[in-house]
């Protein structure tokens, strides 16, 4: 079974940029898995960052983009804030109408 | 306004059922496929359930293959998962999403299912 691969842990800097990847145990991912990326703080509901790859949702300011680097899909996050320590989860889209998230990255801003 | 709300959560035994809705209001809900999503404390997002804007298309997670169902009610608004055959594993939050084609594009806020003797 394929799995979706994250980054355990990250640190960054405030006012840093950082690049978070989501890749597959087998094979590349492309934009046919339209990546999405979530960003969920302790005792939140997830939060829409990107999806289909690079589209920012309503109200994500553009310090976040997303996009395919190589073989995996990634996250920029440019002039880290300290309200950016989060954890960040990707999704793939697998086909026939199936979903999977990465493990997910614990962001630490210090 | 784009908003979802779950319900349904609660405490039930090894074996049991619950059914969980999700209301959505703020878009037409019969325009959009659906998810389920679960978390349990502490750990990662997982995917769950799907189902298409009409309900004529179902799929699931290997983990709850066989024992959950979703289903919705396009008159009503409501998205639902009914839960069978509980196991302890899947103590979680539920959480519905809603699918803008590309990814999930807004969530709930989530119900809290403890299965527990």
């Known amino acids: 079974q394929t799995v979706v691969t994250q980054e355990p842990s990250f640190s960054v800097s405030p006012g840093g940029t950082v690049t978070l990847t989501c890749g597959l145990s087998?094979?590349?991912?492309?934009?046919?898995?339209?990546p999405s990326w979530y960003q969920q703080t302790p005792g939140q509901s997830p939060r829409t960052l990107i999806y289909?790859?690079?589209r920012r949702s309503s109200g994500v300011p553009d310090r976040f983009s997303g996009s395919i680097l190589g073989n995996k899909a990634a996250l920029t996050i440019t002039g880290a804030l300290a309200d950016d320590e989060s954890d960040y989860y990707c999704?793939?889209?697998?086909?026939?109408?199936?979903?999977?998230f990465g493990g997910g990255t614990k962001l630490t801003v210090l | 306004q784009v908003h979802l709300l779950e319900s349904g959560g609660g405490v039930v035994q090894p074996g049991g059922s619950l059914r969980l809705s999700c209301a959505a209001s703020?878009?037409?809900?019969?325009?959009?496929?659906m998810h389920w999503v679960r978390q349990v404390p502490g750990k990662g997002l997982e995917w769950v359930a799907f189902?298409?804007?009409?309900?004529?298309?179902?799929h699931y997670a290997d983990s709850v293959k066989g024992r959950f169902t979703i289903s919705r009610d396009n008159s009503k608004s409501t998205v639902f998962l009914q839960m069978n055959s509980l196991r302890v594993e899947d103590t979680a939050s539920y959480y519905c999403?809603?699918?803008?084609?590309?990814?999930?594009?807004?969530w709930g806020q989530g119900t809290l299912v403890a299965v527990s003797s």
């Open positions: 703020g878009f037409i809900l019969g325009s959009y496929n």
């Open positions: 999403a809603k699918d803008n084609y590309w990814g999930f594009d807004h």
């Open positions: 289909g790859t690079y």
């Open positions: 189902v298409r804007y009409d309900g004529s298309d179902k």
């Open positions: 087998s094979g590349s991912v492309s934009t046919n898995h339209y």
């Open positions: 999704m793939l889209y697998m086909g026939v109408d199936i979903w999977v």
